[in-house]
């Protein structure tokens, strides 16, 4: 059953859908908002007066172009790119390109709406955004690659500076498509602007842990939930779906921290493995061979591999759904719950469905929304920002406390909020208000720009 929204909120979210029809991620994504604001609005009447939330669900800028790029038997392909640059109050627009088949309007606006609140939870000065393309990079050889991110950059640059938009990576964007965009900004630019896109490798501007950022910071803030309810990750099982970069990362760091991940996937299907994911295969299978996921079990026996299988019908008592939107629909997460899991943190953007949140919320588990939970990806490129504007670079071990303290206090915040606003332990709740507040004093301070 959906949430009733506020009754000055509702007709908001009516024009948000008539105004933008067709894009279903993107209304969900903004209804998973608005349901928690009513009580905001009796706090703060100025944020009414100054129509924030009517402004906040518009874009202050998209951009949709044609890239047209050669592939390797000489035949010209046409891709759609996209670049949303949704609100810029505290700081330039921030947020990560994706390339994947199924890339819309609809997908960029929703990941571009809740990167405005991710971003402000961080406390860094970034402001929200998102952009992508419905280019598909597998199968594709690395010219064609390249020569993809080349057209794609052509049209973008021009909208991006290290104050005014700055991209990150994604799905299907990682520091070799970084590289080559990067590599192209700097050919038209003449300028060797290293502040202008994050996500850059080791030896041209990026940062140690930006890699690593979104799966470790999503689990120091799954060990602060867990902390809360006198518990750790020390012994516990868990699932991690994807095989990407959060997954991999959220793998390594949860064994690091004493838990044992049984189960990760790609969008084929799902590897088990008893004994606990053997990390370092996954990473010669994804990072370096970028080959698909059932390779797994042809090294270890022991393993199974379940083509288009569900991973969240394995019992665990951690589930970390790192893929992509909409992965845990309401009966998943009533599977989940009913095996024993007691936390859920999202590595993934929206990946519970409104149903699945309500089982998570109802059954009182610890369940951090990907606002919060992942945000030391973004938090981290903030941080590859700060290096790069004063020509530095920092150790791995001080660049990895920074995030970890950056997760602590996002986790604090949000946590504190649920306190002040009567729904404790509701970081979905603690999220979206604690996010929405630092935006709209912002917006109302700026004045109507
Ligand atoms: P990657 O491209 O590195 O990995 C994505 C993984 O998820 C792959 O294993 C992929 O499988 C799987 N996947 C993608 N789409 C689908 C789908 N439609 N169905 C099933 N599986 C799918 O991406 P990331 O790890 O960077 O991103 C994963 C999630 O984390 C996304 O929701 C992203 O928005 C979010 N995120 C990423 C951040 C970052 O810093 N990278 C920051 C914050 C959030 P396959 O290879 O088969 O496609």
């Given at each position: 059953?959906?949430?009733?929204?506020?009754?000055?909120?509702?007709?908001?979210?009516?024009?948000?859908?008539?105004?933008?029809?067709?894009?279903?991620?993107?209304?969900?994504?903004?209804?998973?908002?608005?349901?928690?604001?009513?009580?905001?609005?009796?706090?703060?009447?100025?944020?009414?007066?100054?129509?924030?939330?009517?402004?906040?669900?518009?874009?202050?800028?998209?951009?949709?172009?044609?890239?047209?790029?050669?592939?390797?038997?000489?035949?010209?392909?046409?891709?759609?790119?996209?670049?949303?640059?949704?609100?810029?109050?505290?700081?330039?627009?921030?947020?990560?390109?994706?390339?994947?088949?199924?890339?819309?309007?609809?997908?960029?606006?929703?990941?571009?709406?809740?990167?405005?609140?991710?971003?402000?939870?961080?406390?860094m000065p970034?402001?929200?955004?998102?952009?992508?393309?419905?280019?598909?990079?597998?199968?594709?050889?690395?010219?064609?690659?390249?020569?993809?991110?080349?057209?794609?950059?052509?049209?973008?640059?021009?909208?991006?500076?290290?104050?005014?938009?700055?991209?990150?990576?994604?799905?299907?964007?990682?520091?070799?498509?970084?590289?080559?965009?990067?590599?192209?900004?700097?050919?038209?630019?003449?300028?060797?602007?290293?502040g202008?896109?994050t996500?850059?490798?080791?030896?041209?501007?990026?940062s140690?842990?930006?890699?690593?950022?979104?799966?470790?910071?999503?689990?120091?803030?799954?060990?602060?939930?867990?902390?809360?309810?006198?518990?750790?990750?020390?012994?516990?099982?868990?699932?991690?779906?994807?095989?990407?970069?959060?997954?991999?990362?959220?793998?390594?760091?949860?064994?690091?921290?004493?838990?044992?991940?049984?189960?990760?996937?790609?969008?084929?299907?799902?590897?088990?493995?008893?004994?606990?994911?053997?990390?370092?295969?996954?990473?010669?299978?994804?990072?370096?061979?970028?080959?698909?996921?059932?390779?797994?079990?042809?090294?270890?026996?022991?393993?199974?591999?379940?083509?288009?299988?569900?991973?969240?019908?394995?019992?665990?008592?951690?589930?970390?759904?790192?893929?992509?939107?909409?992965?845990?629909?309401?009966?998943?997460?009533?599977?989940?719950?009913?095996?024993?899991?007691?936390?859920?943190?999202?590595?993934?953007?929206?990946?519970?469905?409104?149903?699945?949140?309500?089982?998570?919320?109802?059954?009182?588990?610890?369940?951090?929304?990907?606002?919060?939970?992942?945000?030391?990806?973004?938090a981290t490129s903030a941080l590859e920002m700060q290096q790069n504007a004063s020509r530095d670079?920092w150790?791995?071990?001080?660049t990895?406390?920074r995030?970890?303290?950056?997760?602590?206090?996002?986790?604090?915040?949000?946590?504190?909020?649920?306190?002040?606003?009567?729904?404790?332990?509701?970081?979905?709740?603690?999220?979206?208000?604690?996010?929405?507040?630092?935006?709209?004093?912002?917006?109302?301070?700026?004045?109507?720009?």
């Amino acid at each position: 059953m959906k949430v009733k929204l506020d009754e000055k909120i509702e007709p908001i979210f009516q024009e948000v859908i008539k105004r933008n029809p067709g894009e279903i991620e993107f209304h969900q994504a903004v209804r998973e908002v608005l349901e928690s604001l009513g009580p905001v609005l009796v706090k703060h009447p100025e944020f009414g007066h100054h129509k924030i939330i009517e402004r906040i669900c518009e874009p202050e800028r998209q951009i949709i172009f044609r890239v047209p790029w050669q592939d390797d038997k000489g035949e010209v392909q046409i891709n759609r790119g996209f670049r949303v640059e949704f609100n810029s109050a505290l700081g330039p627009f921030k947020g990560g390109l994706r390339f994947h088949p199924t890339v819309y309007l609809g997908i960029i606006k929703f990941l571009g709406f809740e990167q405005i609140f991710k971003n402000a939870l961080t406390g860094m000065p970034i402001g929200g955004g998102k952009g992508g393309s419905d280019f598909d990079p597998k199968g594709k050889s690395e010219e064609e690659v390249m020569r993809f991110c080349q057209s794609f950059m052509i049209e973008l640059y021009r909208h991006l500076g290290e104050y005014t938009d700055v991209p990150a990576g994604d799905i299907g964007v990682g520091s070799r498509e970084i590289g080559y965009m990067f590599g192209q900004y700097k050919r038209i630019t003449n300028r060797y602007e290293s502040g202008v896109l994050t996500g850059k490798g080791l030896d041209w501007g990026g940062s140690t842990v930006r890699t690593e950022a979104t799966g470790y910071g999503t689990v120091y803030f799954v060990d602060e939930m867990l902390k809360m309810r006198g518990e750790s990750f020390e012994g516990k099982v868990c699932l991690v779906s994807g095989a990407g970069n959060v997954a991999i990362y959220a793998i390594e760091k949860i064994h690091q921290l004493g838990g044992k991940v049984v189960a990760c996937s790609d969008s084929n299907g799902v590897i088990y493995d008893p004994k606990g994911i053997d990390l370092p295969l996954v990473k010669q299978l994804k990072e370096v061979e970028r080959r698909r996921i059932k390779h797994y079990a042809e090294h270890h026996k022991r393993a199974k591999y379940v083509p288009n299988g569900n991973i969240w019908e394995i019992p665990c008592q951690v589930a970390m759904p790192s893929a992509t939107e909409n992965e845990i629909n309401g009966t998943d997460a009533e599977k989940l719950v009913k095996n024993g899991c007691t936390a859920v943190g999202e590595g993934a953007n929206m990946p519970t469905t409104p149903e699945g949140i309500r089982v998570f919320l109802d059954a009182g588990i610890a369940y951090g929304p990907g606002k919060a939970a992942n945000a030391g990806g973004v938090a981290t490129s903030a941080l590859e920002m700060q290096q790069n504007a004063s020509r530095d670079a920092w150790s791995f071990e001080y660049t990895e406390r920074r995030l970890a303290e950056i997760m602590k206090n996002i986790h604090k915040l949000c946590y504190e909020v649920t306190e002040e606003y009567g729904t404790p332990g509701n970081y979905v709740n603690g999220a979206n208000i604690a996010g929405f507040i630092k935006v709209a004093k912002a917006m109302v301070a700026l004045g109507l720009v």
